[in-house]
Nanobody, 128 residues
Framework: VRVVESGGGLAQAGGSLRLSCTTS????????IAWFRQVPGKEREGLAC????????RYADSVKDRFTISSDRGMTPVYLQLNSLKPDDTAVYYC??????????????????????WGRGTQVTVSS
């Protein structure tokens, strides 16, 4: 399984970026595809996820008003639109693929070690 993120870069505070996640080699029909981010020295933080093939979405409360996950019927590429960026959004952003049942976990679907397949990440840097 291969997971590849793209679209990161440098943005000014208040600006926007769109990240893309593509996958190959998946053999099942149903997955949870999630976006995480990580700052050195901090825990990996879950942001948003989509379930294939129904395309249902969930968000972390911390970003639900600014970030939007999208896809075509839950299939890749999966996009993460980052709006109203803040310097605190500076991080490496990762896409991860896990089993479908992760999507309905409570309190949230973002337990990072439950996702088996990860990309290498894309750097997002937001300047003030």
């Amino acid at each position: 399984v291969r997971v590849v993120e793209s679209g990161g870069g440098l943005a000014q505070a208040g600006g926007s970026l769109r990240l893309s996640c593509t996958t190959s080699g998946l053999t099942e029909y149903e997955y949870t595809i999630a976006w995480f981010r990580q700052v050195p020295g901090k825990e990996r933080e879950g942001l948003a996820c989509v379930r294939t093939p129904d395309g249902h979405k969930r968000y972390a409360d911390s970003v639900k008003d600014r970030f939007t996950i999208s896809s075509d019927r839950g299939m890749t590429p999966v996009y993460l639109q980052l709006n109203s960026l803040k310097p605190d959004d500076t991080a490496v952003y990762y896409c991860a693929v896990g089993p479908s049942w992760l999507f309905t976990q409570h309190p949230h679907p973002f337990v990072h070690y439950q996702y088996a397949n990860w990309g290498r990440g894309t750097q997002v840097t937001v300047s003030s």
